[in-house]
């Protein structure tokens, strides 16, 4: 059978999952289609397109999605990818995920 040590450990961290469930179980929300995330993107973002040019010479296609309030700054987020970064063209919305 177990030992004292080790039923205090299961029962430590039984309660450990029992107190902290409700930190990740959010009632009452409720996802988003996907064509109202796309809604939002478009209706609080603006796409640009740049081709930004390298040391070496290369220039590399860069989407830009711009916040539409100018209110207050907001921080950066740089994503870099060899693939593909379609949808191309200013009105073509990426697809939420």
């Known amino acids: 059978m177990f030992t004292s040590s080790k039923r205090l450990a299961v029962r430590v961290c039984f309660a450990l999952v029992l107190f902290t ?3 990740y179980v959010q009632p009452g929300t409720q996802k988003s289609s996907p064509a109202e995330r796309q809604q939002y993107y478009r209706s609080n973002y603006t796409k640009y397109e740049h081709m930004i040019p390298m040391r070496d010479g290369v220039r590399l296609f860069t989407v830009v999605y ?3 309030d100018a209110s207050q700054a ?3 987020l740089l994503q870099r990818t060899p693939y593909s970064v379609a949808p191309y063209g200013i009105d073509n919305y990426e697809e939420p995920p």
């Open 21 to 23: 469930l409700p930190l």
């Open 74 to 76: 907001y921080p950066i």
């Open 66 to 68: 711009a916040p539409k």
